[in-house]
C-alpha cells in the first residue's frame, strides 16, 4: 500500500524559532494534509492542499504540495509553548475511488522550550 | 455543533472481554472512519463507512467489527479482546465531495488489554 515518511521523527526548538517538517512518498498524490494533534486530544486538521505547487497559510502556518506530487513541506514560523504537539502529513492518493479514506504519516513530535 | 464524540474515554479490558466503542456525529456527514493510533506508527484505518447500512474494512480490521444503522453513529466492536488490541482509538467523518479528504476526529478512547 501507500505509504508516507515524515521528517524529522521529533523537533526540540526553542520559542521564537522557525520550524520546517516534510512529507515524502513513492507514489504520486491527489491530495496533502496536514493534521495537528494535542496530547490527549484528537487531530485537529491545519491545512488541505488540492493542487501540485500549491502554497497555503494558516496563521504562522504555511504549507506546500510539492510540484512533483510526492512531497508535502509545513513551516512553522515564530514557534510559541502552544505549537508542542505531533504534526501528522496525510495524503490521498492518485488513483481509484478513495470515499475520503486518507494515509497518514508517522507524525513528528514538536517540543518548544520557553 | 458538538462535533464528533467518543464514549468512552478511557477503558481496561481483560482478555478475552468484549466491548462496543461509540462514535456520534451532528454534522450529517455521510463518511465515517474508525482508526487506531499505536506510539510512533501513524493513523491506521480500521473500518469506513460511506453512509448508512453501507460499511468496508479498512487497513487493519480483524478483531474488530462496524455497523451503521444511522448518519449519526458508528459503532467499533471489539470481539475477544487480545493485548495486541491495546491502542489508542479515534473516530472522524467528512462530507462527500469537494472536501471529502478534510476529516473531523473525535477526542479518542485510550484502550488497555491485559
Known amino acids: 500500500g501507500q505509504q508516507l515518511n515524515q521528517s524529522p521523527q521529533s523537533m526540540f526548538i526553542q520559542e521564537g524559532e522557525d520550524v520546517s517538517m516534510n512529507c515524502t512518498s513513492s507514489s504520486i498524490f491527489n491530495t496533502w494534509l496536514w493534521y495537528k494533534q494535542d496530547p490527549g486530544e484528537g487531530p485537529v486538521l491545519l491545512i488541505a492542499l488540492y493542487k501540485a505547487g500549491e502554497l497555503t497559510s494558516n496563521g504562522r502556518l504555511t504549507a506546500q504540495f510539492g510540484i512533483t506530487r510526492k512531497d508535502s513541506f509545513l513551516n512553522i514560523s515564530a514557534s510559541i509553548p502552544s505549537d508542542v504537539g505531533i504534526y501528522f502529513c496525510?495524503?490521498?492518493?492518485?488513483?481509484?475511488?478513495?470515499?475520503?479514506?486518507?494515509?497518514f504519516g508517522q507524525g513528528t513530535i514538536l517540543t518548544v522550550h520557553p | 455543533n458538538a462535533g464528533v464524540t467518543q464514549t468512552p474515554k478511557f477503558r481496561i479490558l481483560k482478555i478475552g472481554q468484549s466491548m462496543t466503542l461509540q462514535c456520534t456525529q451532528d454534522m450529517n456527514h455521510n463518511y465515517m472512519y474508525w482508526y487506531r493510533q499505536d506510539p510512533g506508527m501513524g493513523l491506521k484505518l480500521i473500518y469506513y463507512s460511506v453512509g448508512a447500512g453501507i460499511t468496508d474494512k479498512g487497513e487493519v480490521p480483524n478483531g474488530y467489527n462496524v455497523s451503521r444503522s444511522t448518519t449519526e453513529d458508528f459503532p467499533l466492536r471489539l470481539e475477544l479482546a487480545a493485548p495486541s488490541q491495546t491502542s489508542v482509538y479515534f473516530c472522524?467523518?467528512?462530507?462527500?465531495?469537494?472536501?471529502?479528504?478534510?476529516?473531523?476526529f473525535g477526542p479518542g478512547t485510550r484502550l488497555t488489554v491485559t
Open positions: 472522524a467523518s467528512s462530507q462527500s465531495g469537494t472536501s471529502e479528504y478534510e476529516q473531523y
Open positions: 496525510a495524503g490521498q492518493g492518485a488513483g481509484g475511488t478513495s470515499y475520503g479514506k486518507l494515509t
